[in-house]
C-alpha cells in the first residue's frame, strides 16, 4: 500500500508542507527513513536527526518545521499522527480468515456476518460470536461466552465459560481470561478450594497484551471498564474492578477485590495490594507498592531507583542504624527543651 502526503494529511488532519504529490508506503524512525517512508518527530531528544533524515516526508509540529529539510505533515501533537498513520499504513495480517475446517464449533455456537475462526480452535455450546470476531488458530471459547463484534483474538487465547466480552477489542495470544481466581479456605492444616462462580466482564475497545491472565469473580465479577489498554504479563485477580481508559503497564499485579478508577495510569512491575480503591485519575511509577486506599488523583511511587553498588551499600548500612539514630535525635531534642526551660 502507499498513499500520497495529501492523503495522509487528510486522514490524520495534518497541513502539508511541500510536495503532497509524493507517496509513501511505510514508516521509519528519522535516523533510519528512506525517500520513500514517512517519519515523526514527536520528542525533542530526537530534534538532532531531523537535519540529516532522508524521509520523503516527516510528521512535525509547527515549532520545528524551519528544521525540517524535507516535505512535512504539520500538526499540533505529532505522536497521534504517527498513531493514525501506522493504522493506515498497518501490513499485520488478521489472526485468521473465513472458518477454517479443523475449527471445532459446537452446533448451538451462534455466529455473526463476517466471522473467522482459525485452525484448532474450539468454541463450546452457546457460545455468541458477534459480526466480524475474529479467533485466531488454537483458541479456546468456553460455554455461554459472548463475544462482541469486530473483537480480535490472536492465537492461543483462551476464553473460559460464562464470559462476556464487549466490541472492538482486541486479545493478544496466549492471554487467559477467566480463569479461577485464587481462592482456597485453611482448614486442619490443608487448603480447600472455593469454586469461583462469578465471570468476567469486559467493556468496549478494550485491547489486552500477550500472556495476561484475568480471574473470574469469586462470588461478584470481574470488570475491565471500556477503553482500558492492559499490557503483557499482567495478573488481575478475582473481583477486581478497573475504570474505563486506565492504563497498565507489563508485569504489574492487582490483588483480588480491589477496584482502581478511571484514567489512572499503572506503570510496569507496580503491585496492588487486595480490598482496596484507587481514585481516579492516579499515577502510580514502576514498582511502586500499593499497600492502603489512594482517595486523591495524583502520582504516587515507592519504588526505589538504581545506584552505583557502593552507594547502595552504604546506604543500606546507614539504614539498619536508623532505630539507633532515632532515639539519638529523640533524646537530643529532649536535652534541647529542657535547656530551653532552663533560660
Given at each position: 500500500m502507499?498513499?500520497?502526503?495529501?492523503?495522509?494529511?487528510?486522514?490524520?488532519?495534518a497541513t502539508?508542507?511541500?510536495d503532497?504529490n509524493?507517496?509513501?508506503?511505510?514508516l521509519?524512525?528519522?535516523?533510519?527513513?528512506k525517500?520513500?517512508?514517512?517519519?515523526?518527530?514527536?520528542?525533542?531528544?530526537?530534534?538532532?536527526q531531523l537535519?540529516d533524515?532522508?524521509?520523503?516526508?516527516?510528521?512535525?509540529?509547527?515549532?520545528?518545521?524551519?528544521?525540517?529539510?524535507?516535505?512535512?505533515?504539520?500538526?499540533?501533537?505529532?505522536?497521534?499522527?504517527?498513531?493514525?498513520?501506522?493504522?493506515l499504513?498497518?501490513?499485520?495480517p488478521?489472526?485468521?480468515a473465513?472458518?477454517?475446517?479443523?475449527?471445532?464449533?459446537?452446533?448451538?455456537?451462534?455466529?455473526?456476518?463476517?466471522?473467522?475462526?482459525?485452525?484448532n480452535?474450539?468454541?463450546?455450546?452457546?457460545a455468541?460470536?458477534g459480526?466480524?470476531v475474529v479467533v485466531?488458530?488454537?483458541?479456546?471459547?468456553?460455554k455461554?461466552?459472548?463475544?462482541?463484534?469486530?473483537?480480535?483474538?490472536?492465537a492461543?487465547?483462551?476464553v473460559?465459560?460464562n464470559?462476556?466480552?464487549?466490541?472492538?477489542?482486541?486479545?493478544?495470544?496466549?492471554?487467559?481470561?477467566?480463569?479461577?481466581g485464587?481462592?482456597?479456605?485453611?482448614?486442619?492444616?490443608q487448603?480447600?478450594?472455593?469454586?469461583q462462580?462469578?465471570?468476567?466482564?469486559?467493556?468496549?475497545?478494550v485491547?489486552?497484551?500477550a500472556s495476561?491472565?484475568i480471574?473470574?469473580?469469586?462470588?461478584?465479577?470481574?470488570i475491565?471498564?471500556?477503553?482500558?489498554?492492559?499490557?503483557?504479563?499482567?495478573q488481575?485477580a478475582?473481583?477486581?474492578?478497573?475504570?474505563?481508559?486506565?492504563?497498565?503497564?507489563?508485569?504489574s499485579?492487582?490483588?483480588?477485590?480491589?477496584?482502581?478508577?478511571?484514567?489512572?495510569?499503572?506503570?510496569?512491575?507496580?503491585?496492588?495490594?487486595?480490598?482496596?480503591?484507587?481514585?481516579?485519575?492516579?499515577?502510580?511509577?514502576?514498582?511502586?507498592?500499593?499497600?492502603?486506599?489512594?482517595?486523591?488523583?495524583?502520582?504516587?511511587?515507592s519504588?526505589?531507583?538504581s545506584?552505583p553498588?557502593?552507594?547502595?551499600?552504604?546506604?543500606?548500612?546507614?539504614?539498619?542504624?536508623?532505630?539507633?539514630?532515632?532515639k539519638?535525635?529523640?533524646?537530643?531534642?529532649?536535652?534541647?527543651?529542657?535547656?530551653?526551660?532552663e533560660?
Open positions: 502507499s498513499y500520497t502526503l495529501t492523503d495522509i494529511a487528510k486522514h490524520i488532519g502539508v508542507k511541500g503532497g509524493i507517496t509513501v508506503s511505510s521509519a524512525t528519522l535516523a533510519a527513513a525517500n520513500h517512508q514517512i517519519a515523526f518527530l514527536a520528542n525533542s531528544k530526537y530534534q538532532s537535519k533524515t532522508e524521509a520523503g516526508a516527516v510528521i512535525i509540529s509547527e515549532d520545528m518545521l524551519d528544521s525540517c529539510p524535507t516535505n512535512a505533515l504539520v500538526m499540533a501533537n505529532p505522536y497521534m499522527g504517527y498513531a493514525m498513520t501506522a493504522q499504513l498497518d501490513s499485520t488478521a489472526p485468521a473465513d472458518i477454517h475446517p479443523r475449527a471445532v464449533i459446537d452446533d448451538t455456537v451462534s455466529l455473526g456476518e463476517g466471522v473467522a475462526i482459525g485452525a480452535s474450539v468454541i463450546e455450546s452457546g455468541v460470536l459480526d466480524n485466531g488458530a488454537g483458541c479456546f471459547v468456553g455461554d461466552t459472548v463475544i462482541g463484534e469486530g473483537t480480535r483474538l490472536w492461543n487465547v483462551s473460559y465459560h464470559i462476556e466480552i464487549g466490541k472492538h477489542c482486541l486479545v493478544q495470544a496466549n492471554t487467559v481470561i477467566g480463569s479461577d485464587f481462592g482456597y479456605a485453611p482448614h486442619q492444616g487448603w480447600h478450594k472455593i469454586p462462580l462469578g465471570r468476567v466482564i469486559i467493556g468496549d475497545r485491547e489486552i497484551g495476561t491472565t480471574d473470574r469473580g469469586a462470588l461478584g465479577d470481574t475491565i471498564g471500556s477503553g482500558c489498554i492492559l499490557d503483557n504479563q499482567l488481575i478475582h473481583n477486581v474492578e478497573i475504570g474505563e481508559n486506565t492504563a497498565m503497564a507489563a508485569c499485579v492487582i490483588a483480588g477485590s480491589t477496584k482502581i478508577g478511571k484514567n489512572c495510569t499503572i506503570a510496569g512491575l507496580v503491585g496492588v495490594n487486595g480490598h482496596i480503591e484507587v481514585a481516579d485519575n492516579v499515577v502510580l511509577t514502576g514498582m511502586t507498592m500499593v499497600t492502603k486506599a489512594i482517595t486523591k488523583p495524583g502520582v504516587y511511587s519504588g526505589m531507583p545506584q553498588n557502593k552507594d547502595w551499600h552504604r546506604m543500606n548500612a546507614r539504614l539498619r542504624k536508623i532505630d539507633e539514630t532515632t539519638k535525635v529523640a533524646q537530643l531534642e529532649k536535652v534541647v527543651a529542657e535547656a530551653k526551660k533560660r
